[in-house]
């Protein structure tokens, strides 16, 4: 909400889609339905990548105690850039991990990743980035994500 209020253009732009959607408050759409909205889902990862650990209440924030360490234990792990201009080994018996917050803050992910920017989740036609989406980490990730999900 707080984002919401600081961005007068996002908070307008959602409340347009809204009205559009929701002319009559007393008849509220399905679940279903609210999911079909481009800007919202947008606002709704956009407030999520923002919050880098919604499930936990640690202060000082200290990222290293949310990395959900890996070891392959029996073969090296290889990893090759799509580009494939870049290979790298991993001997076994090395933790590797991953931080939300690194991710949801990388520039090269996210451009101007301190900023409040819905749109990055939609296409250049107004419709959901689902190629975005798979670097939202908020919920964790494989067989460690939260089981809700």
Known sequence: MYQLLSNPKAYQRLR?????KIPDAKHL???AELEELPYLSA?????LRMIYDATQERLPYDTSQERSA????????VYEAASGDARHVIPRGYAVGISAYLVHSNEDLFPNASKFIPERWLDEKGQRNTGLERRLLVFGWGSRRCVAM
Not at 16 to 20: M, P, S, T, V, Y
Not at 43 to 47: F, Y
Not at 70 to 77: H, N
């Open 16 to 20: 347009e889609e809204l009205l559009n």
């Open 29 to 31: 759409p399905r679940w």
């Open 43 to 47: 606002v709704i990862h956009e407030s």
């Open 70 to 77: 890996r070891i392959a234990t029996e073969e090296d792990m």
